[in-house]
């Protein structure tokens, strides 16, 4: 299987803030890779599959980007609503994976 | 409104089996693929299985490779997921997921609230 390491698992920041999160897989998977973020209490929503594409909706302080083992979700100008835990996920081949998270803090 | 609703959650002692199941309304099943992820209490996500549109493609992640079954009923909008020989480590929140495919890249678009399962003595 392939896995996925996040980095940090958590960070604080400020409103304002820009962050970067990371995302390593352990073998090229080109660009499937996706970011989802889940909200305290509720269910993950996607915000970029294919490595670096908006999803519908989503603010353009997103922007995902990265190729075959290095990923990056970086948001710029946080908001106090981007309180969540995100995501990395892959679809390269038939068994998928999530990266173990990361926790940012408002 | 498109919409995926889970149930057959509960206790079961460890040994044990329990079906969940997942009632979609608001797209047409039929074509697509749906997934189950689950998540352990304060835990991160993690893939269960997936089943293709006409049931051609099922996969399992090797956690739950022999003691899980996934099937789907298109005509009646339903999916199911039967789980035996529990583990204390397969209690979690499970949610039913539609998977959405976009020039040949895919990922999990609309996701039910989930259903817990613990398994415990």
């Known amino acids: 299987d392939i896995h996925l390491t996040q980095s940090p698992t958590s960070l604080s920041a400020s409103v304002g803030d820009t962050i970067t999160i990371t995302c390593r897989a352990s073998q090229k998977i080109s660009s499937y890779l996706n970011w989802y973020q889940q909200k305290p209490g509720k269910v993950p929503q996607v915000l970029i599959y294919a490595a670096s594409t908006l999803h519908t909706g989503v603010p353009s302080r997103f922007r995902g980007s990265g190729s075959g083992t290095d990923f990056t979700l970086t948001i710029s100008g946080l908001q106090p609503e981007d309180l969540a835990s995100y995501y990395c996920q892959q679809n390269y081949g038939t068994s998928l994976t999530f990266g173990g998270g990361t926790k940012v803090e408002i | 409104e498109v919409q995926l609703v889970e149930s057959g959650g509960g206790l079961v002692k460890p040994g044990g089996s329990l079906s969940l199941w997942c009632t979609t309304s608001g797209f047409n099943l039929s074509t697509y693929s749906i997934n189950w992820i689950r998540q352990a209490p304060g835990k991160g996500l993690e893939w269960v299985s997936s089943?293709?549109?006409?049931?051609?493609?099922?996969y399992y992640a090797d956690s739950v490779q022999g003691r899980f079954t996934i099937s789907r009923d298109n005509a009646k909008n339903s999916l199911s997921l039967q789980m035996s020989r529990l583990r204390a480590e397969d209690t979690a929140v499970y949610y039913c997921v539609r998977e959405v495919r976009i020039s040949g890249n895919y990922f999990f678009d609309f996701w039910g609230q989930g259903t817990l399962v613990i398994v415990s003595s």
């Open positions: 089943i293709s549109r006409g049931s051609q493609k099922i």
